[in-house]
């Protein structure tokens, strides 16, 4: 398998995606913004940081570089697609996931170790992941609080885009085990095809057990199978 | 042409800095603030002496970036 990683002026985990895929023996090109084209590859990553300095809006002027021409391009083609925390939301501004990031309804910046409940294990993604699986990832945002109108969240549902859900100590999906004021508690999307996956959540920073979790390991499993 | 540009949430989203500025004000003692919502300002200059087409221009912006229509609405005027 091969990654292309675009890496923006302010990404700040586009290394970290790299030594996460190559543990799994995904070949990874890492490819500037500026590019107007993209390498052969069956995946494409949008890493996590803070693309042009969050000016606007976070993700708002990462959408508009010449590469996204590229990457709509490839997902259109059904190949995958993933959006780690800045990802996620260059992937709702340039409406390849529905939604939008706003401000944590707190408003504060939140770095922690958060429990999730895997919603959807049938996605290219998740499937190494039981059903329903409760796992700790990592979060480190500002802009994480999910929002969409009430139709959309209701397609989301409907379609169980839905793949990842905050929840609390006990696992219970609620708003204790909400960081961000995230709509549904949504902390990851897929698009209706599931070849596009947008998460605030990083499987990066959690794949090895000597750091104490390292329940991103299914998450890039799921991508070999 | 110059145009003042406002970008704000739209009502039914949660504007939870404007909710901190309201709630601030009330600490200052400052009386009759109702509600506060927090936006964008830009000021544009269009090089166009059409204003039908100046509009046009300024729009195009906005619906491609100034605003987010998933989360923003956007307004103008015409300052000089």
Redesign the interface.
Known sequence: MIANIIVFPGSNCDRDIKVALEKFQIKCKMIWHQENELPKADLVVLPGGFSYGDY??CG?MAS?SVIMNEVIKHASTGAYVIGICNGFQIL??TKLL???L??????KFICRRINLIVKNNTTPFTNKYKNKAKIKIPIAHNEGNY???EATLKKLEENEQIVFQYCDENYEINNNGNPN?SSLNIAGIVNKKQNILGMMPHPERCIENFLGEADGIPFFESLLK | MKFEVFITLKKEVLDPQGKAIENALGSLGIQGIETVRQGKYFSIVIDEKEKNKAEKIVKTACQKLLANETIEEYSFKIVK
Do not use: V
Not at chain 1, 102 to 107: E, G, I, W
């Open positions: 606007l809006r708002s508009k709702t501004e529905p939604g939008a706003l401000r944590n309804y707190m408003l929002y969409a109108d004021g």
